[in-house]
């Protein structure tokens, strides 16, 4: 029955599969319109995941700092909707291209100094970004230090918020998978894959390999920060410990949507990031009170029984599958 299932979907082709998707996403809000604040949250998962990949999958380097990308977008264009004095929908785009931008100059920044460190200590050197990110925040008065930044009101009438920053967080998701599908076809791709698979000989074949990783961490952080602009003025308020900067919360999740989709695949990070989203929706809906302990049995179950996520169990069974077959 599964292996049925699995020949049916590898059966459509992809680009099908991308407009039925595209479609389906652009009517939904409109079907279900009590959960298009949930859908949008959903789509900041995917664009969270997506980036995770970039440097953790197709590059092998395990990364708990992107967070720190995340936060920046946040208050970037919080802070140029706050101080420009134009109107809200010119300060918005102003602040998320600003947001990006600068989450791109931490990003070379940071990786100039981190990227030539390798494995665990590569892990361990990211793991404080968030935290040191989120601690200097929370002392900054002019991003309003631990009391938090509200976000200026949006203008427009009731329930069209919630349609509006749907339709941006959708379009940041669609246009990070569609830079991201094609930087991984290109040689660019290729080499971010060769150094996964060995950095050694990448650099021996004369591979630039640091710059190479400094640049698609580049690349995945100027979508996360777009992303955290926008998220902050869904949620209407920045705080610097649980929200911009929250390494326990959506730096340990993108983590973990990226593994259980599949790490270093394309559609791996997007199918994680769906399925961990509406576990934790229905475990914040059903289980009020024992959401925390079930999310933390998900993450422990997430780890132990799907290290090689939903792409290499299918990949697998193709395997299985094509060998019983000859």
């Known amino acids: 029955m599964i292996d049925r299932v699995l020949d049916q979907i590898r059966a459509i082709p992809e680009a099908g599969l991308l407009i039925g998707l595209l479609v389906i996403s652009l009517v939904a809000p409109f079907v279900m319109p009590s959960l298009v604040t949930q859908m949008a949250f959903l789509w900041l998962m995917v664009v969270m995941s997506q980036t995770w990949d970039t440097l953790g999958g197709q590059l092998g380097y395990n990364s708990f700092g992107n967070v720190l990308f995340f936060g920046v977008g946040c208050y970037a264009a919080a802070v140029v ?23 791109v100059v931490f990003a070379f920044v940071f990786g100039f100094a981190l ?52 339709f941006v967080m959708y379009g940041v998701a669609t246009a990070c998978f569609f830079t991201l599908r094609w930087l991984y076809r290109t040689r660019f791709g290729l080499a971010m894959n060769a150094i996964r698979d060995d ?55 993108m983590v973990l949507m990226a593994i259980l989709g599949g790490k270093g695949t394309l559609w791996g990070p997007v199918i994680g990031a769906v399925i961990f989203h509406l576990t934790k929706e229905l475990f914040w809906t059903y289980l009020l009170g024992w959401q925390r302990v079930a999310l933390g049995v998900l993450i422990v179950v997430i780890v132990l029984f799907f290290p090689q996520g939903i792409m290499g169990w299918v990949a697998a069974r193709r395997t299985k599958t094509g060998g019983q077959g000859a």
């Open 115 to 166: 990227l030539g460190i390798r494995g665990h200590y590569f892990a361990i050197a990211t793991l404080g970004l968030g935290i040191a990110a989120g601690e200097l925040a929370a002392g900054w008065d002019y991003i309003g230090a631990g009391s938090g930044l509200a976000m200026p009101l949006y203008p427009g009438g009731i329930g069209s918020r919630e349609l509006f920053f749907y």
């Open 81 to 103: 909707q706050r101080d420009s004095g134009l109107p809200y929908f010119e300060a918005l785009a102003f602040g998320l291209v600003f947001a990006g931008l600068l989450a």
């Open 199 to 253: 950095e050694d000989k990448a650099e021996a074949m004369g591979l630039r390999t640091t710059s190479i990783k400094i640049v698609a961490w580049a690349i995945s952080a100027f979508y996360l920060g777009i992303a955290g602009g926008v998220a902050g003025n869904m949620l209407g308020f920045i705080d610097p410990r649980d929200v911009a900067f929250s390494g326990a919360t959506f730096g340990v999740w």
